[in-house]
């Protein structure tokens, strides 16, 4: 554990970042160049080296070798009122995403790549003192990918890609306890690796028209770490210490479909991405060993999600000025795979957003820098949360926005 520890906080510190929410807990942001353009034509513009993630058969459509580091910073904001309108608080906090890729053409046919990047994240936080605080205060996840890739062309215009995914996951849930069972705090603090991969292929029929379709694996990771009950009364605080905790979570396979076509000073591009959730976040069981927590199961406490799959579409375009300066822009819509009342959480208080997004790209000699910035906009989210402890409490997260601020630097060689 102290070995993983100081791994995450050692990566962490290298890339300058943590992680954010976007679409429930899955992110797109790998990519500066592509946060521009709302992520339309992912893996397969070939304009960036974030191809390794999307869809690693993309990789040929990039001209020279390189590499690239980035990092996306997102503004989180929303407004939580209680329904009986006694009680109010906000969400109001800073996160970054990273992203780090370099690739290597070995001849005509043969590219190599290798990525480090955030996959999925989350992170909500709520003051100790709210009327959530007994569901949730803070809640993070954090997913890390480091993935070697490969893409081979079988012919002129058809191309094969393959990564394998060494996945490390790191979760922390905090919570206030009621009064009524003691009170105090509840720490869960987890963490493990995994195995997953990703398979693309890219059709490029005519030269810069390019279309693509990947699909990433589903994973399941067993993750093992501390359980912490804090200041805790009951029974004279027998309760209170430090307790081997676990859970399963399952992270969805994806399918993307990709496609992007120049004409002229022009390039045209979007994505339908498909999320399998309904087999992924049925439930979510958070397992620990201190007895304040048994129930007829054993050390557990399940939380039904039930999730449904999800649709994520996007579209862009791309305007080539001249030979430094590249202008983008694009739009889409993000699909929660949770539109129930009963099962979205405070962790998770997810809805349907609608994504704005410009970007450029200055372009001198070897180096290429990219900046961008996107808004999204998300429906209240009304939430009847039966999971709390001291009964269910209603309320409704509203003006729920975020603000994306992304810059890159790319050389090529």
Known sequence: MKFKKSFWAFLTTLLCAQTASAGSYQLNEYSVTGLGRAFAGAGVVGDDYSAIAFNPAGMSAVKKSGMQLGVSTVHLYSDLDSIDGIHDTKMNH?????????????????????????????????????????????SELQVVDLAPALSYKLTDSLTVGGSFIARYIYGHMTNTISPLAGGGRSDFELDGWTVSGTLGIMYE????????????????QQVKGDHKIENNLAYGGMFNGTYIGRASPNLPETITLSGFTKHGKFGFSGTARWTHWSTSFEKFVMESENPMFATNNGWAKESPYNYDNSWTLTAGVDYYYNDHWTFRFGGGWDESPDHKDTTRTWRIPDNDRWWTSIGASYMRDNWQFDFAYTHMFAKTSYIYDLDNSTGPIAGKMKNLQSSIFGLQAQYHF
Do not use: C, E, H
């Open 205 to 220: 029929p005519i030269k810069d028209t390019r279309i693509g379709l990947s699909w990433r694996m589903k994973s399941t």
């Open 94 to 138: 800073y996160v970054s995403i990273p992203n780090f890729f370099a690739q290597y053409k070995i001849n005509n046919r043969w590219d190599f790549g290798f990525g480090v990047y955030v996959p999925y994240g989350l992170s909500t936080r709520y003051k100790a003192n709210s009327f959530v605080a007994d569901s949730a205060i803070k």
